[in-house]
């Protein structure tokens, strides 16, 4: 079994950063995709980052240059660095993996339950 744990969400004022952070525990053998979606009421589930193992990394437009995702392999973990932000990024994040469990060959994926940021004055 695999479990993600996230933190880091919370209130913050316009302009202000906030650090996500996503764990992966269990019979993990290794992970090769790590990334972060957000929703809003009403509105499907966006890709805001995605960094697969071997060094590449993609970002939603909306928040380039703003947002930066790293990992760190011996933990286990995915963070998002959030940076200048603005209302518009007000929204659950949630993390997604895709790893590989021991004792199998499946590729498998999973989601975090999610962390509410809030970008208000």
């Known amino acids: 079994q695999v479990q993600l744990v996230e933190s880091g969400g919370g209130l913050v004022q316009p302009g202000g950063s906030l650090r996500l952070s996503c764990a992966a525990s269990g019979s993990i053998l290794s992970i090769y995709v790590m990334s972060w979606y957000r929703q809003t009421p009403g509105k499907q589930r966006e890709m805001v980052a995605v960094d697969t193992n071997g060094g590449s990394t993609n970002y939603a437009r909306s928040v380039k240059g703003r947002f930066t995702i790293s990992r760190d392999n011996a933990k286990n973990t995915v963070y998002l660095q959030m940076n200048s932000l603005n209302a518009d990024d007000t929204a659950v994040y949630y993390c997604?993996?895709?790893?590989?469990?021991?004792?199998?060959?499946?590729?498998?994926?999973?989601w975090g339950q999610g962390t509410q940021v809030t970008v208000s004055s």
């Open positions: 997604y993996v895709v790893l590989r469990v021991m004792a199998s060959t499946e590729m498998r994926s999973y």
